[in-house]
């Protein structure tokens, strides 16, 4: 059975992406710390580098911490701007044609 998407809320759509997004950026999180920590190691032990890696390291978790919501606060906004632009789309094209079917439970 064929349905039309002729119409969304840019508030809702806003909200899952602004999750998504979030949720995308905790996955990054983990490589940010071992970047940074990785950074600080390096230079407790001695390798030559910038004079201290502890501004370095400092960030690294900073940005883990402001990362997922920043990222998230991004995609709430970019989807409240793709929601509105697709549906002033929408009217002019009809929309997306997408194909459902109906799932009967299983015995």
Do not use: W
Request: charged share 10%.
């Amino acid at each position: 059975m064929k349905k039309q998407l002729v119409s969304v809320d840019p508030i809702r759509l806003g909200i899952v992406l602004g999750v998504l997004y979030a949720l995308i950026a905790l996955i990054v999180v983990p490589f940010i710390l071992l970047a940074s920590f990785l950074s600080l190691s390096r230079h407790a032990a001695g390798f030559p580098g910038p004079e201290s890696s502890f501004p370095v390291a400092f960030s690294g978790v900073f940005m883990a911490v402001l990362f997922p919501l920043i990222y998230g606060v991004l995609g709430f906004i970019g989807g409240i701007i793709v929601g509105l632009v697709y549906n002033l789309v929408a009217k002019i094209t009809g929309g997306i044609e997408f194909v459902v079917k109906d799932v009967t439970p299983g015995v």
